[in-house]
């Protein structure tokens, strides 16, 4: 049974056992917030405004509509709270902790939460979007938990998720190491070289990719990525 296995158990063992705050998600590094929907608000802001050059002058449209967004690993929705929910007019929350979708909805998205779509308590491995719903999947500190063939049929997923301009969105931890293994939460941490042979195999398209500012040197870099569905010919 690939999708019951110890990996995805322990991991789901691990968050059970977490605090559904900020800085429960976090690690202990709720006050981080903060710079992290900074960056990520700075990082998308081209392909929901259009891209300007010199004298205003307009260098590539926007790129999708601001329907809905689908928050990956959403937590108690934190992501969507500080960031998706300044840009889209609603979200769907995709996460398999029953316990941090209860706080989402009974506390923690506060007035927001009627721009809630929908809660879908679903481990992402098989987590399957409706066919074109989504004008933006965002998927943040979560895909280290996904095995890499996972991974891959996960994206594969996701774009038949998307509407035709939508895109896939990724921010994680990056390691200097092929990957780091973390037998605690039952995770790995991916290189930026990883990852990109993994947006490849999958057919997607790197479009833009940035690194998170202001945050501790001692933790593990943080790389935002935009991706684009590889239309077929
Ligand atoms: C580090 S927290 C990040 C939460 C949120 N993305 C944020 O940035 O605030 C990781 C989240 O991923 C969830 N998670 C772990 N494995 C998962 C899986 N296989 N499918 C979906 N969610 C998972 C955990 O329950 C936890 O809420």
Redo the contacts with the bound molecule.
């Keep these: 049974m690939e999708n019951q296995d110890k990996w ?1 158990t322990d ?2 063992d691990y ?1 059970d056992k977490v605090e559904a705050t ?1 800085d429960g ?3 202990g590094f709720g006050n981080l917030s903060f710079f ?1 929907s900074r960056d990520s608000k700075k990082f998308i802001k081209e392909f929901v405004e259009g891209k300007y050059g010199a004298n205003n002058h307009l260098i590539s449209p926007p790129q999708f509509e601001t329907h809905l967004a689908c ?6 929705g ?2 969507s709270k500080v960031f998706l929910l300044d840009i889209f007019e609603k979200v769907d929350l ?4 029953p316990k ?1 979708l209860e706080k989402a909805k009974n506390s923690y998205m506060g007035s927001l939460e009627n721009r809630v779509n929908s809660y879908i308590c ?4 098989t ?1 399957t979007p409706e066919p074109k719903k989504y004008d933006v999947i965002w998927c ?3 895909l280290g ?2 095995k890499n063939y996972d991974l891959i049929q996960f994206f594969e997923r996701c774009k038949k998720g998307l509407k035709d301009k939508g895109m896939i969105f990724v921010k994680e931890n990056n390691c200097i190491n092929e990957f780091d293994v973390d037998d605690v939460d039952s995770s790995m941490t991916r290189s930026d070289s990883l990852f990109k042979e993994i947006f490849q195999k999958s057919g997607l398209e790197l479009v833009k990719e940035a690194t998170q500012k202001n945050f501790p040197s001692s933790l593990y870099p943080v790389k935002m990525y935009a991706l684009k569905p590889i239309k077929k010919e």
């Design positions: 995805y991991a789901a968050w900020d998600v976090l690690g992290d928050d990956c690993g959403a937590g108690i934190r992501v995709v996460e398999q902790n941090f679903e481990g992402l491995q987590f943040q500190w979560v938990h996904l």
